[in-house]
């Protein structure tokens, strides 16, 4: 097996590990406080509605904010440990709501998380492969051009959030 191919089944183990504690985590603190679950309903139930009022500027704040962050931390540390965490961060947050929204709506909670996220998240994941693959590229061209990609997969993917989620919340009602 190569190297690499080692590397990125580390990356899904540490991906499922954080689905995993993101889901038994929010289940631990919501069988200890039941405020905080009321809160996460009530933010769940305004969730839909104002992510189609967003303006295209706050999404691409908070996106652009959030890649920035990403670029800074994969320049000052260890690449390929930043991408491992932002990997296990993400699933976990992804574990969470999952876990949060099947306690409200069973089954169908699940399904809708999934296709939530469905869109714009891929471009997020590919663009965050993107990053874990340039921590291997040798030549500077090489990983100005993979750069070049992951701005542009993050664009793409803001494009998706801002333009594509909002009809595909219209189609997901709950």
């Known amino acids: 097996m ?3 191919d080692k590397r990125m089944d580390k990356l899904w183990i ?10 038994v985590g929010i289940n631990l603190l919501a069988r200890g406080n039941k405020d905080i679950l009321e809160q996460l309903n009530i933010y769940l ?6 992510m189609k009022e967003k303006d295209i500027l706050y999404i691409v704040n908070k ?6 962050f990403i670029l800074v931390l994969y320049v000052a540390i260890s690449k390929k440990m930043i991408v491992r965490i932002i990997t296990f961060l993400f699933a976990a947050i992804l574990g969470m709501y999952l876990s949060v929204m099947m ?14 996220y469905f869109p714009h998240f891929l471009c997020y994941g590919v663009a ?3 990053l874990y693959l340039c921590a291997d590229a040798e030549k500077v061209k090489k990983r100005k051009m993979v750069w070049g990609l992951v701005v542009l997969f993050w664009l793409f993917g803001i494009a998706l959030e801002q333009f594509f989620f909002p009809l595909w919340l219209n189609h997901v009602n709950i």
């Open 103 to 116: 306690m409200r709506l069973g089954m169908y909670g699940g399904i809708y998380t999934l296709m939530l």
């Open 14 to 23: 540490i991906f499922f590990l954080g689905i995993i504690i993101g889901c």
């Open 2 to 4: 190569k190297e690499q």
């Open 63 to 68: 996106r652009l904010k959030q890649l920035l």
């Open 128 to 130: 965050i492969k993107l």
């Open 45 to 50: 139930d305004q969730f839909p509605d104002g």
